[in-house]
């Protein structure tokens, strides 16, 4: 009987015996150099660019933290981050690493049908990809594609990385290989590998797809093919030929060469988007790791939804041709109501980035890129380059037509950075032109008007991060301030913290003095809530919760007269408490009430109403 993993319930032993027979050293020493120092291990972050190490693991504790960027936590979230996977996808390859057996569940006959199918898809896609890359490296039938590849500069480690291939000039090779192998020609033509001759069901016979073309095989993350692109070695068309939709196979959901680039837009910090395949080979080539491709079509939003995951920037790079400046207009039309900071880069001399590599190499390509233009300033340029505005009509015009990408700007100084921009370039006053822009603005529905604030990026200052002193932070438009933390009580907090992690008999004490709701520092509060509730540290949480907890387990602190501390620490929060105003309450009540601490929001309520009374 077919079985799967039970994706929806994962059980605490499960996810425990993991963890126990995880080693993080293990682990993140495949992705960072990491040299001892001490009972720790030390290594450049892998989550930003630095030259002097700050990324710590601790085996003891079996945690990572990194004191530049503020990014910590297992080995599970660990390669949540790194992989982009899920908490389950991170047990789940853990598990098989290790031998820990995982729970199943009975699939029903759909499932197991859908089940069947889908494994039957990805064992015919490797198998034909073995077939077009063997015969393009190895036989003679694949002489062609191997001098195709020579010319344009693909050595045979890239041919092998890409998984490229060649179908011969033959109407069966694929299907004779295929059929040798118990794969029928009606499942080749299912998973978009074959063709049926005449009318589809009347027997008319198939033949392959793929003919007398260099294939681009495109692969997911795992290094599987779920797909190919084709190109033509002669004058035939089309000149590009792509597997079609398929139950298992969305073009728009997909990015050629994301199987490296997932991992190089993490350490670059950005994505350069090209237009071709070849494009993306000649840059991961040379050395930029993070380019990736849309498949033949035009940027989805499904594609700018995918890139979010890894990044908050992207490089266009699309061809100088006319198609390619308006695909770059629409694509960035596409990333930036994606919440993607998007750059256009100029490639003068060349129409693609493969060529221009070929013709004036990588140092010439980091000048194009030290001089990316904004897609405001893109497509002003653009704009302005096919019908220059001449009269205050059309300057009027002009600003109308950019509003929408400058209403969508996130910044405040970025916004008027912009404004002023076109102040200058148009000869009108900036009050003009943000008149202009608000009224455009006011012209939006009121839901898209709504402006939804990022979280606060992370920076090297713990207390910069947690609204230490009287920095306030708004998460959306509708959410109360945070309450003022000053730094006495975020290390009061810290400290208070390490020790009932230490030593969790502390708990009840601590509970009798202060109950449960007196914390100031959200992940705090989550963290206590999961020793008060589950009696140990959480295994998955979100990404701020770990980082916090991997900070507060690798900071070196003196805790060794432990009644002391405790007894100071207390005694340092009610005294905090004491002088706590009632705009501090009401912010932080708020903000139970918001994570449904009911009980903590009421016990907070009544304090307020004491106070009040009291004329405070």
């Known amino acids: 009987m077919d079985n799967r993993l039970q994706q929806e319930f994962m059980p605490e032993e499960v996810i425990e015996e993991v963890r126990s027979r995880t080693d993080i050293v293990e682990i993140i020493s495949e992705y960072v150099s990491l040299q001892r120092k001490g009972k720790n291990y030390l290594g450049l972050c892998p989550f930003h660019a630095e030259k002097t190490p700050s990324f710590t ?8 933290y990194c004191f530049g960027c503020n990014v910590g936590g297992n080995a599970f979230s660990f390669l949540m981050k790194k992989e982009n996977w899920s908490f389950v996808e991170s047990i789940q390859n853990l598990a098989s690493r290790y031998g820990v057996s995982l ?18 898809f990805e064992e015919i896609n490797e198998l034909a990809t073995s077939y077009f890359h063997d015969l393009l490296l190895n036989l003679p039938e694949g002489e062609l594609g191997r001098l195709y590849f020579e010319k344009r500069g693909v050595d045979l480690d890239t041919m092998k990385s890409f998984r490229l291939g060649y179908a011969p000039d033959r109407w069966d090779g694929l299907l004779t290989y295929m059929l040798e192998r118990g794969v029928q020609a009606h499942e080749l033509a299912e998973n978009g590998l074959a063709l049926e001759r005449g009318t589809q069901g009347k027997g008319g016979g198939y033949y392959d797809r793929f003919r007398n073309r260099v294939l681009f095989s495109i692969l997911d993350r795992r290094n599987h093919t779920i797909g190919f692109g084709g190109r033509v070695l002669d004058d035939s068309l089309p000149k590009y030929l792509n597997s079609p939709e398929t139950a298992f196979f969305n073009k728009g959901h997909h990015l050629y060469g994301m199987h490296r680039a997932h991992q190089g837009i993490r350490e670059k910090g950005f994505a350069l988007l090209v237009e071709g395949y070849m494009d993306v080979i000649a840059l991961q080539k040379s050395g930029y790791p993070n380019a990736v491709a849309s498949l033949g079509t035009a940027l989805t939003r499904e594609q700018a939804k995918l890139l979010r995951r890894y990044t908050q920037r992207v490089v266009l790079l699309y061809d100088s041709d006319e198609a390619g400046i308006q695909a770059a207009l629409r694509g960035g039309e596409i990333l930036r109501d994606a919440g993607i900071r998007l750059e256009v880069a100029t490639l003068i001399g060349a129409k693609d980035p493969d060529e221009f590599l070929k013709r004036y190499g990588v140092e010439d390509f980091e000048i194009a890129l030290s001089q990316v233009l904004t897609y405001v300033e893109f497509k002003y340029r653009t704009i302005v380059q096919e019908t220059p505005p001449q009269t205050i009509q059309e300057k009027a015009e002009l600003v109308v037509k950019l509003a929408p990408d400058i209403i969508k700007v996130g910044s405040p100084i970025e916004r008027e950075g912009y404004e002023r921009f076109l102040s200058l370039e148009l000869g009108l006053t900036l009050e003009a032109v943000q008149r202009e822009i608000a009224r455009m603005e006011q012209k939006k529905p009121k839901k898209e008007q709504l402006h939804e604030y990022s979280q606060q990026k992370r920076v090297s200052s713990g207390k910069n991060r947690d609204n230490i002193k009287d920095e306030i932070i708004y998460k959306e438009d509708t959410a109360p301030p ?16 390490r020790l009932i992690i230490e030593n969790i008999s502390h708990l009840p004490r601590l509970k009798a003095k202060l109950g449960e709701s007196f914390w100031k520092i959200p992940e705090h509060q989550q963290i206590f809530n999961y020793l008060n509730q589950e009696g140990k540290l959480p295994v998955h949480s979100d990404e701020n919760v770990q980082s916090r907890l991997a900070s507060l387990l690798l900071e070196e602190l003196d805790i060794s007269q432990t009644e002391r501390l405790l007894d100071d620490c207390i005694k340092g929060i009610l005294s905090t408490q004491a002088e706590e105003r009632v705009e501090d309450l009401q912010a932080r009540m708020a903000t139970l009430e918001k994570s449904g601490d009911m009980a903590g929001a009421m016990a907070l309520l009544k304090e307020i109403g004491e106070r009040l009374k009291r004329g405070e």
Not at 57 to 64: G, L, N, R, S
Not at 103 to 120: H, I, T, W, Y
Request: hydrophobic content about 25%; cysteine-free.
């Open 57 to 64: 693991v601790t085996p003891e504790k079996q945690m990572f």
């Open 103 to 120: 729970p199943e569940k009975e699939l029903s006959p759909r499932e197991r049908e859908a089940n069947r199918r889908r494994q039957r």
């Open 482 to 497: 945070s309450p003022t933390v000053y730094l006495g009580v975020y290390r009061t907090e810290r400290l208070l913290l």
